[in-house]
């Protein structure tokens, strides 16, 4: 409960003061994100890698753009680990500056050109950094607003995480567009760093708006009564490894979005379809505009019937539109590739991002919830990174859009899966979750240590 000195009026902000600053946070941390997906896909096979062979440079190239999701459960565990022992406000304004000071480096970087073999060798290097940052950033954002958000709210409130995550590729969308409209001699002389050094713009923004934040109530109260484990993932993987194995099942679900925001996008402005790159960079960026609106209704709805039965609507459908989107694009129908785009990502896929942050965290008590959610979606996303880059080898040369297809919607399964064996939580007390029903609070023990400060 709040202090009886704490105005009533500043306990009903912090919910929306926290949506807020992880909304903008996560919207300038995967703006950084997204601009290298967009990069991977139109650029960087021609400036990091071997021209003379388009389709093993481009195949590098996803492989690059998924080094940072295998980068991601390294940052997991260490992140995860300080987040429940220091707090969730370090970890947010840590990871925002790495992010920002690693896609910065990157519009800095001497091209194959310049530097031969040494050049992607940096790339990689940056990526690898790029991920540990990503690793806490979602995690460490959703955990702090679901301790803020009101019980019967959390959906809702948790779901301007990913919101903000929406924003952040639309805005690099919108980048890149003039950026790909330069001509050749342009775009891959300078063009193309414009985006990336734009990012320590985005980065000091972020550091100005984070370190505002306070540490959320449910934590502080945790830490106070009970004190902090020494080593969360111990106690994580000891009581709650069930639920972390859902996690990662269910991260699987990010295929999609991977393989909708960089395979397709090379698909489509490949020789054979030969689609305006300019055109399918505006059928992602409508797709999240469309999903900035979609998120926060399918959280809505799942504050009134389950965390579940949305989730799955996401996975199912998305498994589904995946075939119609990759058929549109395949027979260079312009009108029906930006209406299966829109429903595609921005409406269908928006109900498993939605309520990912209140589902998953509502898995763990407040004491492992960030290292929860880290680990296990980070594992999650690392398979998922590489999407992309199997998508292109599964195509082939021939451009084999249903092999494709058919390989995204199996990425769905495991996320069906999770999401049938996992609790039903949407009305569950917030300082009950993670423990089952029966169960004690979780008492001081030898394993916990006092909060530091105390």
Known sequence: MPSSATPPDACRAQPRQAAFAAWLGSALEYYDFFVYGSAAALVFPRVFFDASSPADATLLSMATFGVAYAARPVGALFLGHFGDR???????????????????????????AQAGGLAPVLLVLCRILGGISAAGEQASASSM???HAPQARRAYFTSFTLNGTQAGQLLATLVFLPVAALGDDAL???????????????????????????????????AAADGVDRMPLVALLRGHWADVLRVVGGALVASVSTVFTVFSLAFATGDQVGMDRTFMLWVGALANLVALGAIPLWAVLSDRIGRRPVFLVGAIGSAVLMFLYLWAIAAGSCPLTALLGVLAFGVVYSAANGVWPSFYGEMFPTRVRLSGVAVGTQIGFALSGFAAAFAARIAGPDDDWAAVALFTAALCVPPVIAALTARETHRVPTDRLGHRAGTAVRPVTADSEPAPGR
Do not use: N
Not at 86 to 108: A, D, E, N, P, Y
């Open 86 to 112: 220091v707090g969730r406000k370090k970890i947010m304004v840590f990871t925002l500056v790495l992010m920002g000071l690693s896609t910065f480096l990157i519009g800095c970087l001497p091209t194959r």
């Open 145 to 147: 607003t679901l301790e």
């Open 188 to 222: 891959l002389s300078w063009g193309w760093r414009l985006p990336f050094l734009f990012s320590v713009v985005v980065a000091v923004v972020g550091y100005v708006i984070r370190r505002t934040l306070k540490e959320p109530p449910a934590f502080t109260r945790q």
